[in-house]
C-alpha cells in the first residue's frame, strides 16, 4: 500500500510538474503575443504619428487661415463702427446747431416782441410828450394874454 501511495505521489508530482511545464509554456506564448502585439502598436504609432503630425500641421494652416480670416472680419466690423460713430457724431452735432439756430431763432422772435412791446411804450410815450407839450403852448399863450 505504501508503495502504491508513493507511486500515487510520483504520478502526481509529475502530473504537477507537468501543468506547471503547460502552464509555463502557455505564459512564454502570452507574452510573445503580447510582445508581437507591443511592436505592432509601435509601428501603427509610427505611422499613426506621422499621419497625426501631418494632419497636426494641416490643422495649424487651417486654423492659422481662420485667425487671418477672424482678424480681417474684426478689423472690417472696427471699421464700420468707426464709420457709424463719425456719422453719428456729424448727425449730433447737426442736431445741436440746428437746436442751436431754433433757439437762436426764438431769441431774436422774443426780442422783436420786447422791443416792439418798448416801441409801443415808446409811442404812447411820445404822444403823452406831444399832449403835454400842447398843453404847455396853451397855457403859455393863456400867459402871454
Do not use: A, I, Q, Y
Amino acid at each position: 500500500m505504501k508503495k502504491m501511495d508513493e507511486e500515487f505521489k510520483e504520478e502526481l508530482k509529475e502530473l504537477e510538474k507537468e501543468e506547471e511545464l503547460e502552464e509555463e509554456k502557455e505564459l512564454k506564448e502570452l507574452e510573445h503575443e503580447e510582445l508581437e502585439e507591443l511592436k505592432e502598436s509601435k509601428e501603427d504609432s509610427k505611422v499613426k504619428g506621422s499621419e497625426s503630425e501631418e494632419k497636426e500641421e494641416e490643422l495649424e494652416d487651417e486654423l492659422e487661415e481662420k485667425l487671418v480670416e477672424k482678424l480681417k472680419e474684426t478689423e472690417l466690423e472696427e471699421e464700420e463702427e468707426f464709420e457709424e460713430f463719425e456719422e453719428l457724431e456729424e448727425e449730433e452735432e447737426e442736431e445741436e446747431e440746428s437746436e442751436l439756430e431754433e433757439e437762436e431763432l426764438e431769441l431774436e422772435k422774443e426780442l422783436e416782441e420786447e422791443l416792439e412791446v418798448e416801441l409801443e411804450k415808446l409811442k404812447e410815450l411820445e404822444e403823452k410828450l406831444d399832449e403835454d407839450l400842447k398843453e404847455l403852448k396853451e397855457l403859455e399863450k393863456e400867459f402871454e394874454e
